[in-house]
């Protein structure tokens, strides 16, 4: 497994942005699909974003289709989540995920996951 270490996240008032990015460890992250979920207290953790490993290929929860943008770098082994016209309802702890078995296994039950970084947005 890969290790997956979050940074991005904070406070901003509906209708601004953000972008958080995952910087990941391991020999094999560059060929794994990678993620975002999130979760608030009380609730399931829900997916929000995957890209493949080639990085042509995305799939968003419709929820922040046309409001969040998902990109990878390998040669820094990063992911990044843009986030832009937040809501309050995107208030939740952000976590970066990856699995090797591709985009549907990332979106369903990845198996890495990080540590998480919160994102509060205020009306």
């Known amino acids: 497994q890969v290790q997956l270490v979050e940074s991005g996240g904070g406070e901003v008032q509906s209708g601004g942005s953000l972008r958080l990015s995952c910087a990941a460890s391991?020999?094999?992250?560059?060929?794994?699909?990678v993620g975002w979920f999130r979760q608030v207290p009380g609730k399931e953790r829900e997916f929000v974003a995957g890209?493949?490993?080639?990085?042509?290929?995305?799939h968003y929860v419709d929820s922040v289709k046309g409001r969040f943008i998902i990109t990878r770098e390998k040669d820094k082994s990063t992911v990044y989540l843009q986030m832009y016209n937040l809501k309050p309802e995107d208030t939740a702890v952000y976590y970066c995920v990856a699995d090797a078995q591709g985009l549907w296994k990332v979106v369903s039950n990845p198996i890495s996951w990080g540590q998480g970084t919160q994102v509060t947005v205020s009306s």
């Open positions: 391991g020999r094999t992250f560059n060929s794994e699909a």
């Open positions: 890209i493949n490993w080639s990085g042509d290929s995305t």
